[in-house]
């Protein structure tokens, strides 16, 4: 009683998350009579894990690109490519950000890097100002169904699930998601009578041969995958080199005095991950000991019988706890509660896990503490309520898809030929 007085004295206090996680499994294991060090044996069975390499370098090239004129590039490709289309910029911040998400795994960084130059466009341009607002926040967290997400791969590491499959599943519920918002932006521009820029192959060309280096980049890291060419570690290897080459070499956006501050910076933010990871690891087979995922599901069952009606009350929790905490922090704490009831009731784990994430995806922008409507409220100087209304139409679409996905899991399932 004691010893969760004083966690709970230290949470208040602001205590780092793997510290009072770790304490609990250390609690945990001395109350039953067993080991502390049992925690420690987690850690050193995590670095065995094979695809857990796959983070770390993946999360350096994702650091990299931010920090380099890569957003800046990709915008003006695909403005070449699409400002001829009613809503074509509103489609364009769709699928850069969508990109950059996937390629960062960085839901808020996105929105920093790319908001400086989206969102004055779309409103200089003509787009509503509210409208323009409410599509850079809910962008920012598309990516998150894509691979290589640094997400979809902490999901199968936790759930024990094939990576790759997890790739596929995300593709179909991602691409809706960008397909509702994208006829929402035309519905936009043609109502705004917005002035379009006929296509021209020149500009093309010239914004093409700028980005020639970055474009070949996802062919590069998702051909070397599914054609059995590169394993996924090394598929993180090749793209970290590849863009140290392009970023500090080629383009030279970032000097190498930089690299050391980009490295301190990714590698930082990995360690907390993979700390949280493994103490949590140690946390939840303290609670399998303990038959805590089979109480919970008893408990479930008396309130829900059916499969979907489990679902719709997942969909609700998920919102709500995207909402109040990092999708890291949620996919270890949350997740391997969840894989044993989901079971329960026939979900598949991998339907599972999209569900998970586009329920994230939604969270980060749900009021009143989703972390995205905070740092577009501080990034475009904007009033916190503003920038929720302004959000309210993209979640509501977002909402939409979340629920196909859920009750159609051929969505999630039919391209990893799961079904």
């Not at 670095?47 to 004129?69: H, K, Q, W, Y």
């Not at 030279?252 to 490295?263: F, S």
Request: hydrophobic share 55%; net charge neutral.
């Amino acid at each position: 009683m004691i010893g969760k007085i004083v966690l709970g004295l230290f949470a208040l206090m602001g205590t780092p998350l793997f510290a009072l996680i770790a304490a609990t499994a250390i609690l945990g294991f001395m109350a039953d009579g067993l080991d502390a060090s049992l925690v420690a044996m987690e850690i050193h069975r995590l670095v065995d894990t094979p695809v857990l390499v796959s983070i770390p370098l993946f999360t350096f090239a994702g650091e990299l690109m931010a920090r380099a004129n890569t957003s800046e590039r990709l915008v003006g490709v695909s403005r070449a490519l699409l400002g001829w289309m009613p809503g074509g910029l509103g489609i364009v911040t769709l699928l850069v950000c969508a990109a950059f998400t996937a390629l960062t795994g960085a839901s808020g960084v996105t929105i920093i890097a790319l908001g400086a130059l989206l969102y004055p466009s779309l409103t200089r341009e003509g787009y509503p100002e509210r409208f323009s607002l409410g599509l850079v926040t809910t962008s920012g967290s598309l990516g998150l169904l894509f691979p290589p997400a640094i997400p979809l791969i902490l999901f199968g590491i936790i759930a024990r699930e094939d990576i790759n499959n997890l790739f596929l599943a995300g593709i179909v519920p991602g691409a809706l998601m960008i397909l509702l918002l994208a006829l929402w932006c035309v519905r936009q521009g043609w109502k705004s009578r917005l002035e379009l820029t006929p296509f021209q192959a020149g500009p093309l060309l010239r914004a093409a041969r700028k980005a020639i280096w970055e474009l070949p980049l996802p062919v590069i890291v998702l051909g070397g995958i599914y054609s059995g060419w590169f394993a996924l570690g090394e598929a993180a290897a090749v793209t970290a080199a590849y863009v140290l080459v392009v970023e500090v070499l080629i383009y030279r956006d970032v000097p190498w005095r930089e690299l050391g501050r980009v490295m301190r910076r990714s590698m930082t933010l990995v360690g907390g991950i993979l700390i949280i990871l493994a103490v949590s690891q140690a946390s939840t087979n303290l609670l399998i000991d303990r038959e805590i995922p089979q109480r919970l599901f008893e408990f479930v069952q008396g309130w829900f019988t059916s499969k979907w009606s489990f679902l719709m009350a997942l969909n609700l929790f998920l919102l709500m706890l995207g909402a109040v905490l990092d999708i890291f922090s949620a996919t270890v704490l949350v997740v391997p509660l969840l894989l044993p009831i989901a079971a329960g009731y026939g979900v598949h784990p991998v339907h599972l896990g999209v569900i998970f994430l586009a329920n994230m995806e939604i969270g980060y922008c749900t009021p009143p503490v989703g972390l995205n409507l905070f740092i577009a409220s501080y990034r475009f100087k904007q009033p916190i309520l503003h920038t929720c209304r302004a959000s309210l139409p993209f979640l509501a679409i977002l909402a939409v898809v979340v629920l196909l996905v859920t009750y159609v899991p051929a969505l999630s399932l039919w391209l990893p030929g799961l079904l």
